[in-house]
Each structure stands twice: as C-alpha cells, then as structure tokens.
C-alpha cells in the first residue's frame, strides 16, 4: 500500500488524480478537517497524521511519498525518514528539487540534497525526483498582477528555466511509486524547454492578445518587496536566492527523463498557458 504526503497542494493533487486514473491501491496523509473532507469526495482513503508524526499513518504502508513545502526541507522530512525505516516501509520517493546540492547557496536546495543524502544512507530503496520550476507558479504567484494589467517583477533577470507542468512530475512519480526499476535513481525532470521569464510573459501577450510585461529587478528590491508583503525574512531570502540561481544560468536545462520514464513527451508551456488561459483574464 501506498502513502501519498502533500496530497492537497500543487504537486499533490496531480498525484491523486494519476493515481485514480490508474485505479492504483493508496491512501492520503491529511492533518486537517479540510484537507481530509476534500480528499473524500474524491474516493480518496485518508489516514490523518502529520510528516513530523508519522508512525500510525506509515501501518500497513510499504510505499512512501515523500513531500513538504517548509523552507527547511530537511526539518521536515528527516523524522518521515526515521518513521519509514522504524516501520515496514520498504521504498520512499522523494520529490526533490533541480539544484539540489550540499553546497548550494539556496536553503531549499541544501535540504533537499540533505534529505536525499539520508535516503541513500538508510538502507530504503528510494528514488529522488527533482523537478525544475512548476509551470502552474505563473499561475499561483503571477495571475493577480496580470490579471490587473500590471508587470511581472523577479530577480531571475534573463535567466532561463525548463519549468515543468506538475501532471508531468505525478505521471513519473506513478512510475516510481507502482514499478520496479527506478530504486537509486535520481531523475532530473523538466519540460519541453528553457524560457526566460520575459519568453514566458510573451507567450501569454500573444495569447492574450495584449500587453504582460516581465521586469528583471535587483535581488535587494525583491527582497524588500516580499518583506513588504509580511513575508517571514529567512524564507525571504531563499526566494530570493532561487532567482539569482536562475539569473545565473542553474536552472537553463532541458531532460529527456519524462519522456523515458513515462513514454509521452512533457507537457509544453504553450499548452499549460492555453489551457489555463482564464486564470489570467481580468
Ligand atoms: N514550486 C516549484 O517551482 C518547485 C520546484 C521544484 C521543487 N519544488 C519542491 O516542491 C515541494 C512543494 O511541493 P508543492 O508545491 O506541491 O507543495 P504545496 O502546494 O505547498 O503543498 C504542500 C502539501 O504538503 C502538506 N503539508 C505541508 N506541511 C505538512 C506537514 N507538516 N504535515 C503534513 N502535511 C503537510 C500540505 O497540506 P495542507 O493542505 O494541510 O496544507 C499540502 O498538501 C517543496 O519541497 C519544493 O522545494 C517546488
């Protein structure tokens, strides 16, 4: 059986509705009413629980899907780890992140590579997905300015990224979690193509029909917008670090890995825009 953690956030929700299309046997970590009573009315089985407490949850679990969105991946997932080896779990796939490193210069990557690390010492057979950027944060973060007629602003400069839509990450994942083959790997996942954000914000003008501007900006200004908005400092800061590893150039890749792990190509960032098109019409 199957355990899916952050099966209601953005990577999450695509995993569940792979895994019903495939009819596979699972069940969904929720520690809320709300994420609980969504997850039912989707048929989804729901063990309630926490990634810092996971003991009761992993029982009867021999397949783990590991995810956190803390700004310390390695706080959050390091006790998950610990209960998956104290229970019967016998595989974890992580989902990871592009860049990450022991000696990265951005928190999220540093923790990621921290918990990887961990994996590979614990004697679990793992697999390590390490997607590049989400498609589906043009849609979360930068929906509202657009929508408002107003720039795109970032500190990512020209740098370009091949961002991934999450379908493609939970298509892999699938593989990983229900096929043999994939233990010790690590798999680098992107879409189609590297795009700078202003290549993105073009593809959408053209859609749209009207202006979207893209504003590179300094790191400090960034930094000083977030604040503004009652961001917490640290976390902050690893943003903006993110965008300095894509104005240098870190995240300019493309991999063949969805490809060759799931046999149909990655979604391209025309089709994710054109379908998701609503979201940024006033
Ligand atoms: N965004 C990107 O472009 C990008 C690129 C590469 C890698 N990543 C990595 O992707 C991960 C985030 O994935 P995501 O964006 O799909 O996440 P997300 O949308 O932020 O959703 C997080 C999920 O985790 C659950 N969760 C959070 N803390 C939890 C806890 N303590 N116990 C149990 N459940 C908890 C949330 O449950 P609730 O519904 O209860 O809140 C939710 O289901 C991060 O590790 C990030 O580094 C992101």
Do not use: C
């Amino acid at each position: 059986m199957i355990l899916i953690t952050g099966p209601t956030g953005k990577v999450g929700q695509a995993l569940i509705d792979a895994l019903l299309a495939k009819g596979a046997a699972f069940k969904a970590l929720a520690r809320s009413d709300a994420s609980a009573k969504a997850l039912e009315a989707k048929g989804v089985a729901v063990v309630r629980g926490e990634l810092s407490d996971l003991a009761s949850a992993l029982k009867g679990i021999d397949t783990l899907f590991l995810l956190s969105s803390s700004a310390d991946p390695y706080a959050a997932e390091a006790p998950a780890v610990a209960a998956a080896q104290a229970a019967d779990v016998k595989k974890v796939v992580k989902l990871s992140a592009y860049g990450a490193h022991a000696d990265a210069a951005n928190p999220f990557f540093r923790g990621h590579a921290r918990v990887e690390r961990l994996l590979e010492e614990s004697g679990l057979a793992w697999t390590s997905l390490r997607p590049s950027f989400f498609m589906q944060n043009w849609v979360i973060y930068n929906a509202a300015a657009i929508q408002a007629g107003q720039p795109v602003y970032a500190n990512a400069g020209t740098g370009r990224m091949g961002s991934i839509d999450v379908r493609d990450i939970a298509d892999v994942a699938v593989a990983a979690l229900t096929e043999g083959g994939h233990e010790g790997r690590i798999y680098d996942l992107s879409g189609p193509e590297s795009l700078s954000q202003g290549e993105v914000a073009a593809k959408l003008a053209k859609l749209l029909s009207r202006d979207v501007a893209y504003v590179p900006v300094p790191d400090e200004a960034a930094y000083q917008a977030m604040l503004g908005m009652g961001m917490p400092a640290d976390y902050t800061w690893a943003l903006v670090t993110l965008n300095q590893a894509v104005r240098r150039g870190l995240a300019d890749f493309t991999t063949q890995n969805v490809q060759l792990v799931t046999g149909h190509a990655p979604r391209a960032f025309d089709t994710f825009l054109s379908e998701n098109l609503a979201a940024f019409q006033a």
